[in-house]
């Protein structure tokens, strides 16, 4: 009995060998040029992103088997594109691929080392002319490596509910504190310290008739508000 199951293992083997086929088994496979290779690469929900900046670099997906093509493949080939956040890729078979782009937000300008960039929801700087600054209506950060520290401060505004719209311009200085001027040329000056509370108490404070006349709340002593 052995002995038979033996030669039928040495039939399969001998069957298999005598009737491989490489093209077949290589249906789904990266070089056969098949119906899954890819030909079409959709974008949406793009913005300030353009559509032929993402398809440029993913030029070397085209071609490329549907089944092999992995989503942190995609997002390494574009990592490096301008208010890109993130992306969510779908497979439409037998050969497209569908990119949704989720991208950051801009929230402000910086002049940095003679040069301007916008800042970015991720921190991220991106490198603007001079010319088109005028078209950003973005408020000012000034001081030495504020990039660094704003978003802190930012996302405290927001969760705080205070009317960022009405900020004008930005001012960090190096003992980690900073300065808001509004619009209207007011001027809050923040504490490094307790922040959260000044912020508030600036909130309630701006609420008040008796005080849209000044030019400077200064709230940067815990428990005093000085004014002038």
Do not use: C, H
């Not at 353009?50 to 997906?61: F, N, P, R, T, W």
């Not at 050969?95 to 782009?101: D, E, G, Y």
């Not at 609420?207 to 940067?220: A, G, H, M, P, T």
């Amino acid at each position: 009995m052995r002995k038979f199951y033996s030669i039928l293992l040495l039939l399969i083997i001998f069957t298999f060998l005598t009737t491989y086929n490489p093209s077949e088994v290589e249906f789904f496979s990266n070089k056969n040029n098949s119906i899954f290779n890819i030909k079409n690469i959709k974008i949406m929900n793009n913005n300030r992103i353009y559509k032929s900046d993402v398809k440029l670099k993913l030029s070397k997906i085209y071609g490329k088997n549907i089944f092999f093509v992995k989503t942190k493949d995609i997002k390494q080939s574009i990592k490096n594109i301008s208010f890109l956040e993130t992306i969510e890729v779908k497979k439409k078979y037998p050969n497209t691929l569908i990119i949704k782009i989720f991208e950051t937000k801009p929230i402000a300008i910086l002049l940095k080392n003679n040069e301007y960039f916008l800042l970015d929801s991720r921190s991220n700087l991106i490198a603007i002319s001079k010319d088109s600054v005028a078209d950003n209506n973005y408020p000012y950060i000034f001081g030495k490596n504020s990039e660094k520290y704003f978003l802190n401060l930012f996302n405290l505004l927001k969760e705080s509910n205070f009317p960022i719209s009405k900020v004008k311009n930005y001012y960090y200085f190096q003992i980690g504190r900073w300065d808001l001027q509004l619009e209207n040329s007011l001027l809050i000056k923040l504490p490094n310290d307790k922040t959260k509370l000044a912020v508030k108490k600036s909130i309630e404070l701006l609420s008040q008739d008796d005080f849209k006349n000044y030019e400077v709340i200064d709230l940067r002593i815990n428990g005093r508000i000085i004014v002038k």
